[in-house]
């Protein structure tokens, strides 16, 4: 890519990048819990799935805020490149991170990995890094997953999605057009979550039905599900990032954390009662639709104050997108675990736990410091020849 003018990044919203992080520590949490294999109905932190839907919720506000005023400044090859500095740095890294523990992950639930061929892993992670999604014929771990070395990189796909879908089409729409779009794509989602299921996409055998659990794969119904959890949430973050409709709020930050964490925690509505899992759609919808444009809202209009809440929310915001796309490299540890110990104490089972958790967070911490950050700072000298505001 040939060299280009740089232009400098606005100032952040501090607030939600301290609401991206609490968000991903949460996603780690209820990943730890899923691995005991509770089951959707009973599973603890029950919700904390849809933190992927309140991503791309901050992820279509911060495009709209930082890029809709500066294509006059700035063209389709700066864009991209800068979407890849802020992000593929650590699609590879988690990607190597799983390739150098794939081995270690075998037996359990993930029978493909110990007949995997040496060549063949080399392949898929040679692949990875180009965030080119497999199909479930690739499959090398087992899971039927788009990213076998490193799942949660298949929202991370939408995302990139989006961002061509912005750069090439949206971007050109007028509020207006875009709210129009914004309300059939929130038709897709009641579609989805109350299961009207106007297109059929949905097997009678789905685990899931009445959740937004779903999206990893490209084919059938994760592909369906993949496109409607992107399409609202996107899209309505960035036409509230156009309308400029704010709530503002004192200790806007920590009440914006606690309505994002009492979604994520909430326990399955409804039940265990087949006759009451509509009620879990419906809240789920509900979450998606207004919930978490509701959060950002008010991340956008309040102000944190004070150092310890400031430093709080940066160290949130900083470690959340690390956190997010290494974390379940130990979680295949954590789940290969518990495969081989089915009977550990509940004291043992904590402990293995939550020492999971503090090592997903030193090595978010560590991959940012020591790779991360260096390694955006020598793409933006590479690939940029100077910085403009």
Known sequence: MSNSTYLASKPRYEILDGLRGVAAMIVVIYHLFEDFGLGVPVQGANHGYLAVDFFFVLSGFVIGYAYDDRWDRMSYADFFKRRLIRLHPMVIFGAFLGLLMFYFTGGGPFGLVDGTEWYNLILVFLVACTMIPLGAGSDIR?????????????????????????????????????????????????????????????????????????????????????????????????????????????????WASLLVAAMLLMPRVGGNVPENFWMNGLYETICVLIGFPLVVMIGAGSQVSGKKSVAICDFLGKISFPLYITHYIFIYLHISWISSHPDAPLGTCIMVSASVFIMSVMLAYAALKLYDEPAREWLKNKLFTKKVK
Request: aromatic share 16%; with cysteine.
């Open 142 to 254: 087992g899971w039927g997953e788009t990213y076998p070395l490193n799942g949660p990189c298949w929202s991370l796909m939408l995302e990139y999605i989006a961002n061509i879908l912005y750069a090439f089409v949206i971007r050109r729409l007028g509020k207006i057009a875009l709210a129009v779009l914004v309300a059939i794509f929130a038709l897709l989602t009641i579609n989805h979550g109350l299961c009207i299921d106007v297109y059929n996409a949905i097997p009678e055998t789905w685990y899931a039905k009445y959740t937004f659990i779903g999206g990893w794969g490209i084919e059938g119904v994760q592909l369906h599900i993949a496109i409607t959890r992107l399409l609202y949430p996107f899209f309505c973050g960035l036409l509230i990032s156009r309308l400029g409709k704010f709530i503002k709020l004192n200790g806007g930050f920590w």
